[in-house]
T-cell receptor, first 113, second 111 residues
Framework: EAQVTQNPRYLITVTGKKLTVTCSQN?????MSWYRQDPGLGLRQIYY???????DKGDVPEGYKVSRKEKRNFPLILESPSPNQTSLYFC????????????FGEGSRLTVL | GENVEQHPSTLSVQEGDSAVIKCTYS??????FPWYKQELGKRPQLIID?????GEKKDQRIAVTLNKTAKHFSLHITETQPEDSAVYFCAANQAGTALIFGKGTTLSVSS
């Protein structure tokens, strides 16, 4: 089954404790992206990757890092989480990022205390 | 860069009525305009899309129209049903970064 898998789905952590949200896709897509969803603000892009070892900032990259060492994986790293990073995070992938469907993961709800 | 405005932010209709959600975009180079539906607690999923060489596209009860001159596109849902209740996002493509999303419209269909 074609899918985008994120882990963890839910996480409560404390300020400053490094965490990683993993994302894996099995569709051999070159493009992957991370979004955060906040009430009234819609889906805002954090980082994206056009291919292995190619990453770039989206609209809200501050406080986040990513890496793309393999085509299937695109982890989101919060080196020192802060309460304003409490949000719902979605990973997505596509084989045609500008003209085709984005496949989203199930989402990861992160709370930073 | 691209900017996508979406209206209204909330929309309440009676079952059987029509619903219309409108979006405007800023980048005249944008040529792909998808709509995503997000049910409560679920991931966004593509429901329909339109490309700039087409003015209208239909899929059963949903349709999308595009006016390139005015830079706006709309989602039309006819004969709404309770299962249409969800958050709807419009988007437009931008070179290099894929999709820019609107802020979403929460549609409530009451029976």
């Amino acid at each position: 089954e074609a899918q985008v898998t994120q882990n963890p789905r839910y996480l409560i952590t404390v300020t400053g404790k490094k965490l990683t949200v993993t994302c894996s896709q099995n569709m051999n897509h070159e493009y992957m992206s991370w979004y955060r969803q906040d009430p009234g603000l819609g889906l805002r892009q954090i980082y994206y990757s056009m291919n292995v070892e190619v990453t770039d900032k989206g609209d809200v990259p501050e406080g986040y890092k990513v890496s793309r060492k393999e085509k299937r994986n695109f982890p989101l790293i919060l080196e020192s989480p802060s309460p304003n990073q409490t949000s719902l995070y979605f990973c997505a992938s596509s084989d045609r990022p500008n003209t085709g469907e984005l496949f989203f993961g199930e989402g990861s709800r992160l709370t930073v205390l | 860069g691209e900017n996508v405005e979406q209206h209204p932010s909330t929309l309440s209709v009676q079952e059987g009525d029509s619903a219309v959600i409108k979006c405007t975009y800023s980048d005249s180079a944008s040529n792909y305009f998808p709509w995503y539906k997000q049910e409560l607690g679920k991931r966004p999923q593509l429901i329909i899309d339109i490309r700039s060489n087409v003015g209208e596209k239909k899929d059963q009860r949903i349709a999308v129209t595009l006016n390139k001159t005015a830079k706006h596109f709309s989602l039309h849902i006819t004969e709404t049903q309770p299962e249409d209740s969800a958050v709807y996002f419009c988007a437009a493509n931008q070179a290099g970064t894929a999709l820019i999303f609107g802020k979403g419209t929460t549609l409530s269909v009451s029976s």
